[in-house]
């Protein structure tokens, strides 16, 4: 059995993520759902459309993932969880909405997991070399050093 996965974001990060999950994931659109919280909407609009996309998701549990703890799309979501058939995270990112997808077979608890685990491993600090500070192969005969 699959897990729903609602995505509740500042317009317009929910539909993008999603968007984004049905590029690497096209048959994910069934399991995955997406309300963009708009500026100057009353939360409790933003609740009804999110209680109505969590239904449309057909699912026995699922995961909600919001952009940021304590704003509107995370405050929402707390009033949507129960906490045994669906379960929050804040702070979604890309990597920890493809981890979500690719194991939402699994259980409800064991999908936190994994999402929480490819949420922070996704994101790295990445080094890279200036090239004047590169090794030079031996054998690069025409390779000639320049100093400004």
């Excluded at 729903?4 to 993008?16: C, V």
């Excluded at 999603?18 to 995955?32: E, I, K, M, S, Y």
């Excluded at 026995?60 to 379960?87: E, M, R, W, Y």
């Excluded at 259980?107 to 922070?120: E, K, N, Q, Y």
Aim: net charge negative; proline share 5%.
């Amino acid at each position: 059995m699959n897990n729903g996965i609602l995505i509740i974001a500042h317009a317009p990060l929910a539909t993008a993520l999603r968007q984004c999950v049905l590029h690497v994931f096209p048959d994910g659109a069934v399991n995955v759902a997406a309300v963009d919280v708009q500026p100057n909407v009353p939360p409790e609009e933003t609740l009804a459309s999110a209680s109505m996309a969590m239904a449309l998701l057909d699912t026995a549990q699922t995961l909600v993932l919001t952009d940021i703890f304590g704003a509107t799309p995370c405050n929402v979501a707390l009033k949507l969880v129960d906490g045994l058939n669906s379960k929050l995270i804040a702070g979604v990112n890309l990597p920890m909405l493809l981890r979500a997808v690719t194991y939402r077979r699994e259980s409800l608890d064991a999908l936190v997991a994994r999402a929480l685990a490819g949420g922070t491993q996704g994101v790295m600090q990445v080094t890279v070399t200036a090239p004047q500070n590169q090794v030079r192969k031996n054998n690069d005969q025409n390779h000639h050093d320049h100093q400004q």
